[in-house]
């Protein structure tokens, strides 16, 4: 069975406070890794796809990593509109359309 | 491009009811997956439409049943309504590459 798991499962930053989130994962044979972003009451928005470890992606003031077990998702010098839960999915490849999802990270920057 | 949307936005039901959610794909994709997600939990996928047939579904009953129409547009459709029933109900769509992009999402609250 596929497994994600997200940790720390809240961080509260200082604004220019870089730090990272993890997404540690179990699947049989990996079809894509992906980061989303999601606002409160909102629909997640798509930031990353990762397919190979050692593969990197950024965007603006994010970049994620991927290894052969895990995923991070570093932020640098964060400001208070990077305020939102991180989620972090797994496909695997194979017939399946199932993607399975960790719980999220909370991320919370103060000015 | 309007993105995915999804109507209606908030949605109020009485037990045993029963609810009828939409959602328009964005513009170029064919597939449809929806998605209930609890508070403090990640998306749980319920089933994906292709073609107009599920394709796949996930580990939901038989009271969540959906549609896909000829212009790839889809309904979630839950019977019996229960109290657990309450969530944000997302739909996600994606044509060849493995990304999901959703929507905003349906608050369904069932009292």
């Known amino acids: 069975e596929d497994q994600v798991t997200q940790s720390p499962e809240a961080l509260r930053l200082q604004e220019g406070e870089s730090s990272s989130l993890n997404c540690s994962y179990t699947?049989?044979?990996?079809?894509?890794l992906f980061w989303y972003r999601q606002d409160p009451g909102k629909g997640p928005e798509f930031l990353f796809t990762?397919?190979?470890a050692g593969e990197e992606k950024e965007k603006e003031r994010l970049k994620a990593t991927l290894t052969k077990k895990e995923s991070f998702l570093h932020i640098t010098a964060p400001k208070p509109e990077d305020s939102a839960t991180y989620l972090c999915?797994?496909?695997?490849?194979?017939?399946?359309?199932?993607?399975?999802f960790g719980r999220g990270t909370s991320l919370i920057v103060h000015p | 491009d309007a993105g995915v949307t999804q109507s209606p936005t908030h949605l109020i039901k009485t037990r045993g009811q029963q609810v009828t959610l939409r959602c328009s794909p964005k513009?170029?994709?064919?597939?449809v997956s929806w998605y209930q997600q609890a508070l403090g939990q990640g998306p749980q996928f319920i089933f994906q439409?292709?073609?107009?047939?599920?394709?796949q579904r996930g580990n939901f009953p038989d009271r969540f049943s959906g549609h896909q129409f000829p212009n790839y547009s889809s309904e979630l459709n839950v019977n019996a309504l229960l109290l657990g029933d309450s969530a944000l109900y997302l739909c996600?769509?994606?044509?060849?590459?493995?990304?999901?992009?959703f929507g905003q999402g349906t608050r369904l609250t069932v009292v």
């Open positions: 513009s170029g994709h064919d597939t």
């Open positions: 999915a797994v496909r695997a490849s194979g017939g399946s359309y199932i993607p399975t």
């Open positions: 699947v049989s044979g990996l079809r894509g």
């Open positions: 996600a769509s994606s044509s060849t590459g493995p990304e999901a992009f």
């Open positions: 439409y292709y073609e107009e047939e599920e394709r």
């Open positions: 990762l397919y190979s």
